[in-house]
């Protein structure tokens, strides 16, 4: 199995990026790390760019991801 780091970056067109930034929020549970992040994306504009929201617990083993 490849991991995700592994993937090409890839590049939008239309928005002419650089190139992807990847975000870790650490926190311990109810820190509102969730919170944050879809305040964050709610000031995406939905027409250009999408939000998706993975739920991960601590049952979520990295095979299942």
Not at 16 to 25: A, H, I
Not at 27 to 34: E, I, L, R, V
């Amino acid at each position: 199995m490849g991991r995700i780091a592994d993937l090409p970056v890839e590049k939008h067109k239309e928005r002419k990026e650089n190139g992807l930034r990847n975000t870790l929020l650490v926190g311990s549970s109810g820190t509102a790390k969730t919170s944050v992040a879809i305040m964050y994306a709610s000031k995406f504009d939905g027409d250009k760019m999408l939000f998706k929201r993975i739920n991960f617990s601590s049952a979520t083993q990295p095979v299942n991801f």
